[in-house]
């Protein structure tokens, strides 16, 4: 399965994945493997087509047409990443493709044949899934001091100042970033304080971040 935030970006063509894996669960003889190869097919145009208008595509000078997967999958790849990156891309939506055509056409397919499409047409979409993903997302932020990752947001609450201090700390170090102060006012303007701050929770730190949270202190 696809994380839901990669399939949030190929929804359209893990629909039509998730009909090839139907076909594959009824399939028997080697047509019905065969027309897993086309779901797959069609799994790979949506995607072609589901980013033609992308703001991060750009301009597309002689774009291909629209059922023009490995046309427009060299054109994503050369927007979404770059080196190495960028020649794998390529490459896994070249050979990608060429499976699902072969599958389609292969008379003596056999239930194996079909599988290694499937997986190869999943990876391939959860790949693109990733990248735009990524793309949409922006980089994640890293410690100014020692490059970490592992960031995380520190919120300490002054009930006299009817507010709380917020900065963000890194896990690795133990670098800290300048600390702001937010009155709770400020903080819930245009909210119903008094039914928020009445609602289930062990303390208002509790309210102030979604279900889940882990980044409160």
């Known amino acids: 399965e696809l994380d839901e935030d990669a399939e949030e970006h190929v929804s359209s063509s893990w629909r039509r994945f998730r009909q090839a894996l139907e076909a594959m669960d009824e399939a028997s003889e080697s047509e019905d493997f065969q027309a897993v190869g086309i779901k797959c097919r069609d799994a790979l145009i949506a995607l072609g087509k589901s980013h033609m208008d992308a703001p991060w595509l750009g301009e597309v000078p002689g774009a291909p047409k629209a059922a023009d997967f490995k046309g427009w999958a060299s054109i994503y790849a050369e927007r979404l990443t770059d080196g190495r990156m960028r020649n794998y891309l390529k490459a896994l939506a070249d050979k990608t493709w060429d499976l699902t055509v072969w ?18 047409t999943a990876h391939l979409i959860g790949t693109f899934g990733k990248v735009i993903r990524r793309r949409e997302a922006g980089e994640p932020e890293r410690c100014p001091r020692c490059e970490s990752y592992q960031l995380a947001e520190d919120i300490q609450h002054d009930a006299e100042q009817r507010g709380f201090f917020a900065s963000t700390v890194c896990g690795a170090c133990g670098w800290r970033s300048d600390v702001d102060f937010t009155p709770w006012a400020e903080h819930f303007e245009g909210s119903d304080i008094e039914g928020y701050l009445s609602s289930p929770g062990l303390g208002i730190s509790d309210r102030l971040h979604p279900e889940g949270d882990d980044s409160a202190g």
């Open 103 to 120: 599958l389609q056409h292969y008379s003596n397919a056999t239930p194996v044949d079909a599988d290694i499409v499937l997986e190869a």
